[in-house]
């Protein structure tokens, strides 16, 4: 483990560095404010439609956006990264907090979690191709409802779907404020002090890798143009975790890819000798003295540990509840395989430390080691809780693709085992149950079955009483089902809810059915007041009028 000093912010390139990352959030809200004055804008600039792009071809505005940061890394290295990344500005933010109230996080080195952004950068970019290009050449290997969409270049208007260039939607591919506040909270503070300084970056982020492998052939570096001491004052203060002095010793430049360039090592050298300038890249250099060894925190068993736990908790968050994003899972899953790492030496060894804080010494554990295990267990649990979760919802999402496949008696067992499992993510589930309820629904429909979607509408109901839409739904299910007078009760909380044309309409159809008149004819001659050529409203009220 080790600490590195945040930059000071009265340094004059740091606060350069602060207003640049402080007016991309400036950015992001005038962009938000145009679309609410104009009600169209440009679409939100987000890097995870290049995935969509490779894999539709369909050209958005965020894969363009990717293009030019690449582009521009290629040239002038990871500046991107470091002065204009929000999730970069969250981390640093973080970590001059941390330091204001005297924590300072403590990096884990794992040869495990160094691996996560290259792997997750490989899912998101090159595993699309490969599947594409097993469809081409070896089609008998993957199935055909596992097939990928054709791949065409093309460029969507505004009212062809989600990856148009102007849209109408701002919010169409983010995730709403509660998961994005969890993930800034997340990725930008908690992993921070869990994991150190910059943990997202170097332990999770795939646009990270990808920019990381750009960088070998960029010829902007960080070099050395003057005397060097070997003071360690530029190490010191790369919040990157860079061994610069090491670096520059080794190859007149700092070599490694995950030096972001923001210049807080040259501010850092007394003898103003490091400098950003264009010199051969990395990938083509050979180091002029012994290369840096790289050093780890973990043993080779707790990160064999670290990257068991880590896969297991990234594929239970991973889409969880229809809500956890990929970014946000990849966090989680670190913070998870630290907790496991954490647990780990306080179960095995007599004596654990965490950073500078002991968690336990001669066998027992400090008040600080308590907090800290209660806090890994609970992470764990939730972990095991999460993947449960997935599991049923996986279950239950297979169901309804077999639904689609079988027809007559053999639908029915497997549309109940399918309510079945989507039926306990809802009651035990800690969010989204609405979605639950929702495939609930698809799946009684998919049978035709009214006495299986009213048990999901029912649950509805009570958490969105509302919803005047569940309620006459619920009043189709009674009346299907042949209960005249729950159908009436449903019909008649959905009219006082939203007094629409569909619901006065079914309404009056109950009362009639049962014989109220009366009731029919007041149902009916309002829809008819708002639908006045329906005609089997019109019939309806005819034949409400013979029975007079």
């Given amino acids: ?9 009265g340094n004059p390139r740091t606060r350069w560095r602060v207003a640049t990352l402080s007016l991309v959030y400036v950015l992001m809200g005038i962009h938000l404010a145009h679309w609410q004055l104009n009600e169209r804008t440009l679409a939100p600039l987000e890097l995870n439609e290049v995935m969509h792009t490779l894999e539709l071809g369909v050209v958005t505005a965020g894969f363009l956006f990717m293009c030019v940061a690449t582009l521009s890394v290629l040239f002038f290295g990871r500046f991107f990264c470091s002065w204009g990344c929000h999730i ?55 199935p055909e409802n596992l097939r990928m969409p054709e791949f065409e270049w093309r460029v969507l208007a505004d009212g062809e779907g989600w990856a148009s ?10 995730p709403g404020p509660g998961i994005t506040v969890l993930t800034f909270v997340v990725v930008g503070f908690l992993m921070v002090w869990v994991l150190g300084t910059r943990a997202f970056c170097r332990l999770a982020c795939p646009y990270g890798a990808l920019f990381a492998g750009a960088d070998k052939l960029a010829p902007g570096k960080i070099v050395l143009r003057g005397p060097c001491t070997g003071c360690g004052h530029c190490t010191a203060a790369c919040a990157s975790h860079i061994r610069v002095h090491e670096e520059t010793r080794a190859f007149g430049q700092v070599h490694d890819s995950a030096c972001l360039k923001d210049l807080d090592c040259v501010a850092a050298c007394p003898e103003g000798s490091l400098r950003f300038g264009f010199t ?12 840096p060894q790289r050093r780890f925190d973990l043993s080779l068993g707790e990160d064999l540990l670290a990257g068991v736990v880590f896969v297991f908790a990234l594929f239970a968050f991973r889409g969880l509840y229809g809500l956890l994003p990929f970014l946000l899972a990849l966090a989680m899953g670190g913070i998870a395989a630290a907790a496991a790492v954490v647990l780990w030496r306080v179960l095995r060894h007599g004596n654990a430390v965490l950073g500078r804080r002991t968690l336990k010494k001669d066998g027992r554990l400090s008040g600080v080691g308590s907090v800290a295990v209660l806090a890994a267990s609970a992470l764990l649990l939730l972990s095991a809780h999460s993947a449960w979760m997935r599991w049923h919802e996986w279950k239950g999402l297979s ?49 035709a079955d ?7 509408l029912v649950r509805m109901t009570r958490r969105t009483p509302e919803d005047a839409r569940l309620w006459r739904a619920l009043g189709e ?45 007041q149902a009916l001659e309002n829809a008819n007041r708002l639908q006045p050529q329906d005609e089997h409203t019109l019939a309806l009220l005819a034949l409400a009028r013979t029975r007079r």
């Fill in 477 to 521: 299910a009674e009346a299907c089902r042949g209960d005249g007078a729950a159908s009436r009760s449903a019909l008649e909380e959905a009219v006082r809810r939203e007094p629409s044309f569909a619901s006065w309409h079914d309404l009056g159809a109950v009362a009639l059915a049962q014989g109220d008149v009366v009731a029919a004819l």
């Fill in 88 to 142: 970069l500005a969250l981390e640093d933010l973080a970590a001059w907090l941390l330091a204001k109230a005297r924590i300072r996080p403590k990096l884990v080195r794992s040869r495990a979690l160094l691996l996560v952004p290259s792997m997750a950068m490989a899912y998101m970019f090159i595993w699309p191709q490969l599947r594409r290009a097993a469809e081409h050449f070896v089609p008998e290997l993957v």
């Fill in 280 to 291: 051969t890249p990395a990938l083509f250099h050979r180091a002029q003295a012994e290369k």
């Fill in 450 to 456: 009214a006495g299986l979607a009213r048990a999901a």
């Fill in 399 to 447: 169901g309804l693709t077999e639904l689609g496949a079988v027809q007559g008696s053999e639908a029915r067992p497997i549309a109940e085992a399918t309510i079945a499992h989507f039926d306990l993510c809802a009651r035990f589930g800690l969010a989204a149950r609405d979605l639950r309820d929702q495939q609930c629904l698809s799946a009684a429909a998919a049978v």
């Fill in 165 to 174: 260039f102007i849209t109408t939607d701002y919010a169409r591919n983010l």
């Fill in 1 to 9: 483990m080790s600490a590195r000093t945040p930059p000071k912010i």
